[in-house]
Protein backbone atom coordinates (compact mmCIF):
# COMPACT_ATOMS: atom_id res chain seq x y z
CA UNK A 1 0.00 0.00 0.00
CA UNK A 2 1.13 3.55 -0.58
CA UNK A 3 -0.68 6.77 0.90
CA UNK A 4 -0.57 9.87 -1.90
CA UNK A 5 -0.83 13.50 0.02
CA UNK A 6 -1.26 16.57 -2.53
CA UNK A 7 -0.36 19.90 -1.70
CA UNK A 8 -0.06 22.77 -3.72
CA UNK A 9 -3.29 24.32 -4.63
CA UNK A 10 -5.07 27.36 -3.84
CA UNK A 11 -6.44 30.30 -5.14
CA UNK A 12 -4.80 32.16 -8.54
CA UNK A 13 -6.24 34.78 -11.15
CA UNK A 14 -6.73 33.61 -14.51
CA UNK A 15 -3.47 33.35 -16.66
CA UNK A 16 -1.49 32.36 -13.35
CA UNK A 17 0.58 29.43 -11.93
CA UNK A 18 0.57 26.34 -9.98
CA UNK A 19 2.82 23.87 -8.86
CA UNK A 20 0.69 20.63 -7.31
CA UNK A 21 2.99 18.25 -5.43
CA UNK A 22 1.77 14.29 -4.51
CA UNK A 23 4.09 12.80 -1.86
CA UNK A 24 4.26 8.91 -1.51
CA UNK A 25 4.25 7.59 1.24
CA UNK A 26 6.76 5.05 0.56
CA UNK A 27 9.56 4.27 -2.63
CA UNK A 28 7.53 4.83 -6.06
CA UNK A 29 10.58 2.63 -7.96
CA UNK A 30 7.47 0.20 -8.04
CA UNK A 31 4.67 2.13 -9.24
CA UNK A 32 4.64 1.89 -12.79
CA UNK A 33 2.32 5.12 -13.76
CA UNK A 34 1.90 8.43 -11.80
CA UNK A 35 -0.98 10.75 -12.95
CA UNK A 36 -2.83 13.68 -12.04
CA UNK A 37 -6.86 13.95 -12.44
CA UNK A 38 -9.07 16.24 -11.62
CA UNK A 39 -13.24 16.72 -10.79
CA UNK A 40 -15.42 19.49 -10.88
CA UNK A 41 -18.52 20.28 -9.21
CA UNK A 42 -21.36 17.99 -11.14
CA UNK A 43 -18.35 16.18 -14.15
CA UNK A 44 -17.07 12.98 -13.86
CA UNK A 45 -13.03 12.57 -12.60
CA UNK A 46 -10.62 13.31 -15.94
CA UNK A 47 -7.33 12.01 -16.41
CA UNK A 48 -4.99 15.25 -17.15
CA UNK A 49 -1.43 13.87 -16.89
CA UNK A 50 0.61 10.44 -16.84
CA UNK A 51 4.18 9.89 -16.48
CA UNK A 52 5.77 5.98 -16.70
CA UNK A 53 8.59 4.84 -14.33
CA UNK A 54 10.76 5.21 -17.71
CA UNK A 55 9.78 8.96 -17.93
CA UNK A 56 7.15 8.45 -20.98
CA UNK A 57 4.34 11.20 -20.52
CA UNK A 58 0.72 11.85 -21.79
CA UNK A 59 -1.48 14.49 -21.36
CA UNK A 60 -5.16 15.75 -22.20
CA UNK A 61 -5.55 17.83 -24.80
CA UNK A 62 -7.22 20.71 -22.28
CA UNK A 63 -4.42 21.02 -20.61
CA UNK A 64 -1.79 20.09 -23.72
CA UNK A 65 1.31 22.67 -23.71
CA UNK A 66 0.29 24.43 -20.41
CA UNK A 67 0.55 21.51 -17.87
CA UNK A 68 3.80 19.66 -17.07
CA UNK A 69 3.61 16.21 -15.05
CA UNK A 70 7.43 15.43 -13.62
CA UNK A 71 8.37 12.09 -11.55
CA UNK A 72 10.91 12.55 -8.89
CA UNK A 73 11.60 8.95 -7.89
CA UNK A 74 14.41 9.87 -5.56
CA UNK A 75 12.10 12.29 -3.97
CA UNK A 76 8.75 9.96 -3.91
CA UNK A 77 7.37 12.57 -5.71
CA UNK A 78 5.44 13.55 -8.69
CA UNK A 79 4.59 17.49 -9.40
CA UNK A 80 1.95 19.25 -11.70
CA UNK A 81 3.41 22.52 -13.05
CA UNK A 82 0.10 24.51 -14.46
CA UNK A 83 0.24 27.56 -16.45
CA UNK A 84 -1.69 29.65 -18.40
CA UNK A 85 -4.92 28.88 -16.03
CA UNK A 86 -7.87 29.34 -16.63
CA UNK A 87 -11.58 29.50 -14.73
CA UNK A 88 -12.85 26.18 -16.32
CA UNK A 89 -9.49 24.60 -14.70
CA UNK A 90 -11.38 25.22 -11.60
CA UNK A 91 -11.49 21.82 -9.76
CA UNK A 92 -10.35 19.52 -7.10
CA UNK A 93 -7.06 17.66 -8.05
CA UNK A 94 -6.12 14.08 -7.15
CA UNK A 95 -2.94 12.31 -7.59
CA UNK A 96 -3.23 8.99 -8.48
CA UNK A 97 -0.62 5.32 -8.63
CA UNK A 98 -1.04 2.37 -10.69
CA UNK A 99 1.26 -0.83 -9.65
CA UNK A 100 0.70 -1.82 -13.21
CA UNK A 101 -0.85 -0.72 -15.86
CA UNK A 102 -2.75 2.75 -15.95
CA UNK A 103 -5.40 1.85 -13.80
CA UNK A 104 -5.30 3.62 -10.74
CA UNK A 105 -4.77 1.55 -7.32
CA UNK A 106 -4.11 4.41 -5.25
CA UNK A 107 -5.77 7.80 -4.44
CA UNK A 108 -4.52 11.36 -2.89
CA UNK A 109 -7.23 12.73 -0.92
CA UNK A 110 -7.24 15.73 -3.66
CA UNK A 111 -6.29 19.41 -3.28
CA UNK A 112 -8.95 22.38 -4.75
CA UNK A 113 -7.86 24.48 -7.30
CA UNK A 114 -10.10 27.72 -7.83
CA UNK A 115 -8.83 30.25 -10.68
CA UNK A 116 -10.80 33.29 -10.85
CA UNK A 117 -11.65 35.19 -13.67
Known amino acids: QVQLVESGGGLVQAGGSLRLSCAAS????????MAWYRQAPGKQRELLAGTTFGGIRNYADSVKGRFTISRDNAKNTVYLQMTSLKPEDTAVYYC???????????WGQGTQVTVSS
Open 96 to 106: SGSQWGTMPDY
Open 26 to 33: RSIFGINY
